[in-house]
């Protein structure tokens, strides 16, 4: 009996290790793909802080004034001014839409001695 426990313990050994072995380069592997995504992280992070600096430099109020007059024939800008916005009462909100009656209902009664009297 004592044999046969020596076996089953060196073939539950051997399997044990064939586990940790697998399992090691699992974590190696999945370490890796980490490391991969967070580079790729770092560089997009990257491209949107040039991206937001390129938008800002784009969008100075001096360069965006001087194309406006330069290309005013073309386009007819004109420089905004308080009367053109409106009120908030000035707004026409839509008026919501009743769902279609779609049964018909008979309703009999009597009439009240209130309703004759009138």
């Not at 949107?48 to 001096?62: C, G, I, S």
């Not at 360069?63 to 420089?79: E, I, M, Q, W």
Request: charged share 20%; glycine share 6%; aromatic share 10%.
């Amino acid at each position: 009996m004592r044999p046969v426990l020596y076996v089953l313990s060196f073939l539950a050994l051997i399997a044990l290790g064939f586990w940790a072995y697998r399992e090691n380069y699992a974590t190696q592997a999945a370490l890796k793909e980490v490391e991969a995504l967070q580079r790729q992280i770092v560089g997009l992070h990257e491209a949107l802080t040039v991206q937001k600096a390129e938008w800002a430099y784009l969008n100075r109020p001096d360069r965006l004034r001087d194309l406006a007059t330069v290309n005013f024939d073309r386009l007819g800008l004109l420089p905004m001014e308080p009367s053109q916005f409106g009120t908030a009462a000035q707004v026409a909100y839509p008026t919501p839409k009743l769902p279609d009656i779609s049964f018909t209902q008979d309703v009999q009664g009597t009439i009240s001695s209130e309703a004759e009297g009138l």
